[in-house]
C-alpha cells in the first residue's frame, strides 16, 4: 500500500513540475483590449529607417536614398490614417462589413502595389531583383508556424 501512495504521489510531482507557466501573465482585472499600446515611431522616423534599410540591403546611391524616403514617407502615412480610422472604428465598438473588410484590403493592395511600382522606377535591375527576394523573405517567414501557437493545418 505504501508503494502505491510513494507511487501516485510521484506521478503528481512530476506531473505539476512539466507544466510550463505563462511567459506574459495577463494583468489582473484587465482584458486584453485595454492593455497600453507601446509607443510607435513617427512615420517621419519609420520612413528614414526603412530608407536606410534599404541603403543597406541594396546599396542606394545618395541620389536613389533621397528618390526613395518621400515614396516610403507617404507609404507609412497612408498606413497612419489606415490605422488610425480602423482604431477610431474600434473604439466606437463598430465592426467593418464583409465588402468593407474587401475594400480596406484592395486599397492596401493597391497601395503596396503603387510603391513598388515607384520603387522600381528608382531601383537598377539587380537591386530590385534583391529587394524583391527580402520582401519573399520576409513573407516566407510570416507563413512559418510560431511554437506555443495555434496553428491550423492546411489540407
Given at each position: 500500500?505504501k508503494?502505491?501512495?510513494l ?9 505539476l513540475a ?9 494583468p ?9 499600446m507601446?509607443e ?12 536606410k ?11 536613389q536614398a533621397?528618390d526613395?524616403?518621400p ?6 502615412l497612408?498606413?497612419?490614417?489606415f ?6 472604428n474600434r ?5 467593418p462589413t464583409a ?5 480596406m484590403r ?8 503603387k ?7 528608382i ?10 527576394e ?9 507563413d512559418?508556424?510560431q511554437?506555443?501557437?495555434f496553428?491550423r493545418k492546411q489540407?
Open positions: 500500500m508503494t502505491w501512495i507511487a501516485a504521489t510521484l506521478l503528481a510531482g512530476v506531473t512539466a507544466q510550463t507557466p505563462d511567459p506574459q501573465p495577463m489582473a482585472g484587465k482584458p486584453r483590449a485595454e492593455r497600453p507601446k510607435r515611431p513617427s512615420a517621419q522616423q519609420r520612413a528614414s529607417i526603412h530608407t534599410e534599404l541603403t543597406l540591403a541594396l546599396d542606394l546611391t545618395d541620389k533621397k526613395a524616403e515614396l516610403l514617407l507617404a507609404a507609412e497612408k498606413k497612419d490614417e490605422m488610425k480610422k480602423r482604431e477610431e473604439a466606437k465598438g463598430i465592426k465588402e468593407e473588410r474587401g475594400q484592395a486599397a492596401l493592395l493597391d497601395e503596396k502595389i510603391l513598388k511600382r515607384d520603387l522600381k522606377k531601383l537598377t535591375a539587380d537591386q530590385y531583383k534583391k529587394y524583391e527580402k520582401l519573399e523573405a520576409k513573407n516566407v517567414r510570416k512559418k508556424p511554437l506555443g501557437r496553428v489540407k
